[in-house]
């Protein structure tokens, strides 16, 4: 049953990408529910895996490689579903679609069967922390997403010339307004996934902090928001903002991976 | 000859075919509109009926009987109701019959005949045209069908190629990428420096946008305050303009002269002062207003004349590839009205054809049965039986040929209905 659901996400994970693609690369005019509808439908399909697999289990499946990639795709797309409900800007989902179509075809090749929940991660605060942390950077996705929007807008209206179609993105305004506010959340919840994470680890393992990567990484990529938050407070809007939020962002993916794939420590590897 | 089934027949004149001059004299007015519509619909030539009276173009639509009868009833009812003389306006009539007629109407419901094609107004004076002798009870099963048709199409059209989606004036165009940098224009500034008549319109039009606020600086004040009340807005003393600049989101230049109203530094320091919320920076001015290397700043979007000249130049090519998909629409959907009519004028032959047959089938066997009394119950059911298959072997190739005509949706079909009737020596549907 979970296959079944992960694999109908991706299938329309796929499908909502090339819904949102095609009116942008052809002047015809498509029905305009239809792509955040299947991105819906993905989003849908998605956390029923992933309700399926932790049921099954017993505990919240996101512990080992697989179930993380496949958390953090799931959540993204629901954000981006979130955000459209406040503004007009469904084709975030142009970005969070694919975004959410590669992250859980990864998570399909680090695929394995659940097992049996290690005895330290037998804790209340795991649910806690680990969907704070991904709500985070689910949140911080679809910040990347609008900047990359954005991004394309600006080069667009400063050049003076670019496909019609493209024209009808939302206005720089809408996208940079959402950048500051999505990423002022992203930041609320990446704080509090840190701070409940030292909490826990007080609990289990007698310190707050440990010296690894990825608390180290994590550490890292907030102070990096945090300097971004700052700047935009300080006035730093439009292409500069966006850039940097799009760095940002790669820098959040890439600790992730490498911690996942190259420096496995008790903290994001195997717990075992 | 005179086609006996249904045809379609437009008569009428629009704005490439005829001078204002003309098409104001030929328009009929709200009030003599329904009185013309009754004189013009009759039982003979002319069953069914519509006007379509707009200042770009009028248009008779009738379902007929006879072609060239009802074309020449359509001049002289327009020469009388307008009391006019034929000859002055006859060379400036277009007529559309059958599958043209269908196009026609198609094309100009869906505003691909319009003067600027993809104007939204059309389709709702054709809507109103067809209510108005729907309600005097002028249109018949064909015309109601046409219409009906033409309303689907025009949505069609309208929702699958937007061919009137983009703006196609340097004023919408500067509105349009307003819109494309700001979210809402109703708490944004605009302000215009100079009062050039381009400047003055692309103002008027930000303002039937929903501009919020509008300043206005201008080299000589009278003419600043003119314009300032004109279009409700504030004057600012042309020498202090470079302190305002920062309240402006929207800022226009249509001024005179030959240097740069406002350089780099005026809005850089503007920039300063708004933290970097975005600029628009539209020059309308020729020489320029503004310098060019403002579009280089950060968060400044900087058009000039040729800019959006180039923008709405692109929207018409656009409203042009736009409107070659709806063509390719209207001759798609012309098929399968053509198709219905075909059908309209095929399907009674067939029936008479049948009903004649058997008429005279039944007559004969009677007959027959009459003379030879000694028949058995069976030999009789046999001889009912051969009769049938005579006649229905008989009738199927004409009435095949009769589908298949229908089946190739041409005007023709009408004609070939007719001469199978004519050969089989059938009454006359219509009468």
Redesign the interface.
């Known amino acids: 049953m979970e296959i079944l659901l992960l694999q109908a996400a991706l299938l329309f994970y796929l499908l909502s990408t090339a819904a949102f693609m095609l009116p942008l690369l052809s002047?015809?005019?498509f029905p305009r529910a239809l792509a955040p509808t299947l991105l819906f439908a993905a989003f849908v399909s998605h956390v029923g895996a992933i309700a399926a697999r932790s049921l099954a289990a017993g505990y919240i499946a996101v512990i080992d490689s697989y179930e993380a990639l496949s958390f953090f795709a799931c959540l993204t797309a629901g954000v981006c579903l979130l955000a459209q409900v406040r503004s007009p800007v469904a084709i975030l989902g142009a970005v969070v679609s694919p975004l959410g179509f590669v992250l859980t075809l990864g998570a399909f090749v680090f695929y394995t069967h659940a097992r049996d929940l290690p005895p330290i991660l037998h804790s209340a605060w795991l649910p806690v922390h680990v969907t704070l942390a991904f709500l985070g950077n689910a949140v911080f996705g679809v910040a990347f997403s609008a900047s990359l929007v954005y991004l394309v807008?600006e080069k667009q209206?400063?050049r003076?010339?670019g496909r019609?179609p493209f024209?009808r993105?939302p206005?720089?305004?809408?996208l940079d307004?959402l950048n500051y506010r999505v990423l002022a959340w992203g930041f609320a919840l990446l704080t509090l996934g840190i701070l409940s994470g030292a909490v826990w680890a007080e609990y289990v393992w007698g310190h707050f902090w440990i010296w690894e990567p990825r608390p180290v990484l994590s550490l890292v990529t907030w102070v990096l928001y945090a300097l971004l938050l700052h700047y935009r407070s300080a006035?730093?809007?439009?292409?500069?903002a966006a850039t940097l939020t799009i760095v940002c962002f790669a820098v959040l993916v890439g600790s992730f991976l490498s911690v996942k794939l190259l420096f496995p420590g008790r903290h994001g590897g195997e717990f075992g | 000859m005179a086609n006996r089934g249904a045809d379609l027949l437009i008569v009428g004149l629009n704005h490439r075919s005829a001078p204002v001059a003309v098409r104001e004299l030929l328009a009929f007015s709200n009030g003599t509109l329904e009185a013309a519509l009754r004189r013009l619909v009759d039982a003979e030539t002319v069953r069914e009926g519509a006007i379509l009276s707009t200042c770009n173009r009028v248009e008779v639509v009738a379902c007929v009987t006879d072609l060239n009868a009802a074309g020449e009833k359509i001049k002289t009812f327009l020469a009388e109701e307008q009391q006019l003389d034929r000859d002055f306006f006859e060379k400036y009539l277009y007529t559309y019959t059958g599958k043209d007629a269908v196009s026609h109407l198609f094309r100009v419901a869906a505003s691909l005949d319009s003067l600027v094609v993809g104007e939204p107004q059309i389709l709702g004076q054709v809507k109103a045209a067809y209510t108005t002798s729907a309600t005097l009870g002028t249109l018949g099963m064909v015309l109601h069908r046409c219409f009906h048709k033409t309303f689907a199409v025009a949505k069609r059209v309208r929702?699958?190629?937007?061919v009137a989606?983009?703006a196609v004036s340097v004023s919408s165009a500067a509105v349009?990428?307003a819109?494309?940098?700001?979210?809402r224009l109703e708490d944004k500034t605009a302000l215009i420096v100079g009062a050039g008549e381009m400047g003055e319109q692309a103002v008027r039009h930000l303002q039937s946008n929903g501009i919020g606020t509008v300043l206005v600086a201008n080299r000589t004040l009278h003419r600043a305050v003119e314009l300032a009340r004109q279009c409700n807005g504030t004057v600012v003393p042309f020498e202090q303009l470079h302190k305002h600049v920062h309240l402006a989101d929207v800022v226009i230049g249509s001024a005179g002269g030959n240097s740069h109203v406002i350089g780099l530094a005026i809005v850089e320091e503007a920039l300063h002062e708004r933290?970097?919320?975005?600029m628009f920076f539209i020059d309308l001015g020729v020489p320029r207003n503004f310098d060019p290397r403002l579009?280089d700043l950060?968060?400044v979007?900087l058009?000039d004349i040729d800019?959006l000249e180039?923008?709405v130049e692109?929207?018409k090519d656009?409203r042009g590839?736009?409107a070659m998909?709806a063509e390719v629409i209207v001759a798609e959907e012309v098929e399968s009205v053509c198709q219905w009519l075909a059908d309209m004028a095929a399907t009674p032959t067939i029936v008479a054809l049948r009903e004649k047959a058997e008429e005279i089938r039944k007559r004969e066997v009677e007959k027959t049965l009459a003379s030879l009394t000694d028949l058995s119950p069976h030999t009789q059911k046999a001889i009912e039986a051969l009769s049938t298959a005579i006649t229905n072997k008989l009738l199927h190739p004409p009435i095949a040929y009769l589908k298949s005509t229908s089946r190739n949706s041409d005007m023709q079909a009408g004609f070939d209905a007719a001469t199978v009737r004519q050969i089989f020596g059938l009454s006359d549907e219509n009468e």
């Open positions: 002047s015809r005019v807008q209206l400063k003076k010339k019609v024209r993105l206005s720089l305004e809408t307004n006035g730093w809007r439009g292409r500069r | 929702s699958e190629t937007g989606a983009k349009d990428l819109r494309s940098i700001f979210d933290k970097r919320r975005p579009n950060e968060n979007f058009y800019d180039k923008v692109d929207n656009e590839r736009a998909k």
